[in-house]
């Protein structure tokens, strides 16, 4: 059985200021969302960073889900490989804003 995501970002930035939101981040979104285990982890990392590169989100929480990605086994080439496949589809400008913060995860 995979190990089960818990998140604190939520509480730790918002919590105070944004409780509600803070709550549905880490307790909604990571806390049940993460954790179901219909689909695996790898594959959910793989989508999140899929749906953040075609909206063109490429600021820290690209990069942590990249990293949350490498740590789940998506290897180099495999990073490689989705973020290629994804430009004909999102568009090539996204890819290479990805491709930055890939080559910064990956240490390149």
């Not at 589809?89 to 491709?99: N, Q, R, S, T």
């Amino acid at each position: 059985m995979a190990e089960k995501i818990v998140q604190t970002a939520g509480r730790k930035a918002l919590g105070e200021f944004a409780p509600a939101f803070a709550h549905f981040n880490d307790d909604v979104l990571f806390g049940e969302n993460w954790n179901d285990p219909d689909i695996d982890i790898k594959t959910r990392c793989i989508i999140t960073v899929v749906a953040l590169m075609a909206q063109g989100i490429t600021d820290d929480s690209l990069k942590y889900h990249i990293e949350n990605a490498k740590k789940q086994g998506v290897s180099q080439k495999e990073m490689v490989a989705i973020i290629t496949h994804v430009a004909f589809y999102a568009g090539w400008p996204k890819a290479w804003a990805v491709f930055h913060l890939a080559k910064e995860v990956y240490g390149e």
